[in-house]
């Protein structure tokens, strides 16, 4: 098991940025892929973002690209999300997830580990 803190939500206006970081506390993390789903009320987990074991590959949902960018340091233990351009629909609850495979980690059934989550809120 692998425990994921997320940090980095708040309160931004659209068309601005935030960084959400996840801390994993394991020294194996390089050995997972990681990705980020988020949820915003009254609807289901979804897919953002993922990014294999050394960062080589990477998917992203259409509904992001262009806008988000999913990265890590193997070194830190952390995964990160860069969020440019924040729409209002992009107001949600963000969770952290690591699997086995960056193709598998675009399916909640495929995440092995989660995160709390953070909130992102942003307003128009």
């Known amino acids: 098991q692998v425990q994921l803190v997320e940090s980095g939500g708040g309160l931004v206006q659209a068309g601005g940025s935030l960084r959400l970081s996840c801390a994993a506390s394991t020294r194996t993390f390089s050995r997972y892929a990681m990705g980020w789903f988020r949820q915003a009320p009254g609807k289901e987990r979804e897919f953002v973002a993922s990014?294999?074991?050394?960062?080589?590959?990477?998917y992203s949902a259409d509904s992001v690209k262009g806008r988000f960018t999913i990265s890590r340091d193997n070194a830190k233990n952390t995964g990160y999300l860069q969020m440019n351009n924040l729409k209002p629909e992009d107001t949600a609850v963000y969770y952290c997830?690591?699997?086995?495979?960056?193709?598998?980690?675009?399916?909640?059934?495929?995440?092995?580990?989660w995160g709390q989550g953070t909130q992102v809120t942003v307003s128009s």
């Open positions: 990014i294999n074991w050394n960062g080589g590959t990477t």
């Open positions: 997830a690591a699997g086995n495979t960056v193709a598998g980690l675009q399916k909640v059934g495929n995440v092995d580990n």
